[in-house]
């Protein structure tokens, strides 16, 4: 890996930290047991629509358990991937347990947590799990800047 790659990922792992802290400070009053949409009613009434099929409609973690708890433990557990992420051990690994978590949260988020820079996260980290100096992916990356100038155009 190059010195390029190695310090583009430790960049992602800075911004998927502030991400994970950010809805942990965030998660219990918009999508808690208390909040404004609590994601246990969300999923409960996913699977009332949907039946086996709402798994696939709505992926996360979160219909193993939805509680507080579990909400407080994929922010801890994402931040601290990220920081392993940031010191450079275990790349691959941290990239698919993060990006796994954030389209969680991105799900669970519901209204909050669908805006273009989440989506944005969520692909450069599907990419990043691939990353390295080849002309493809370097390519892919780039197509993404692309699109994501574009679409803040329209």
Known sequence: MNRATGLFLKALGAIYLIAFVSFGVQASGL???LGILPVANYLRGMHQALGARAF???PTVFWIGSSDVALHAAWIAGAALAIVLMLGFFRRVCLIAM????ISISTAGQ???SFQWDIL???TGFLAIFADASPG???LFRWLLFRLMFMSGL
């Open 31 to 33: 999508i808690g047991s």
């Open 56 to 58: 696939w409609y709505a």
């Open 99 to 102: 990006l796994i978590l954030y």
């Open 111 to 113: 209204d909050f947590w």
């Open 121 to 123: 996260l969520t692909e």
């Open 137 to 139: 992916r370097t390519w």
